[in-house]
């Protein structure tokens, strides 16, 4: 993303994440390496997705990104994560999908009453970044 038109130099340092299409925008949740609990004390940031050499490995919703413009993604042309990974996502993938809509449209609530940074759910969220495209 941050140097367009040039895929080899952008496929050098990948960002796995699965797509969900939302309120007319495409969100992309990276799978981290290190989720730890995916559910906090203070609500869900996330859905894990272990491996055996990432056990704390997941799906975090706080660091979700907007990317409508599809020229900024590259595909996926090899396999990049455990065939274990990657069914666990396929079979949770409306699981995946509602989890994320009830983060989504918390953090949209606690946007508009300005509550965002305040709220432990929502004050390390990626979503702040993309204000203009939530409140549409």
Partial sequence: MLDTGNTDKQS?????????EQNENKF????????GADVRKF???GHAVPSMKREK???????????NDESYIELQKEK???RSQYQKIKADYE?????????LNG???A??????????????SSLINFSKELMN
């Fill in 12 to 20: 050098k340092r990948t960002h796995l994440c699965v797509m969900i």
């Fill in 28 to 35: 992309y949740i990276p799978l981290r390496n290190n989720l």
């Fill in 43 to 45: 609500g869900r940031i």
């Fill in 57 to 67: 490995a997941g799906l975090d919703y706080r660091y979700a990104l907007i990317v």
């Fill in 80 to 82: 990049k994560i455990p």
């Fill in 95 to 103: 699981t995946i999908q509602m989890e994320f809509a009830v983060y």
């Fill in 107 to 109: 953090f949209v609530k």
């Fill in 111 to 124: 946007l508009k009453k300005g509550r965002n940074e305040k709220e432990p759910l929502y004050k390390e």
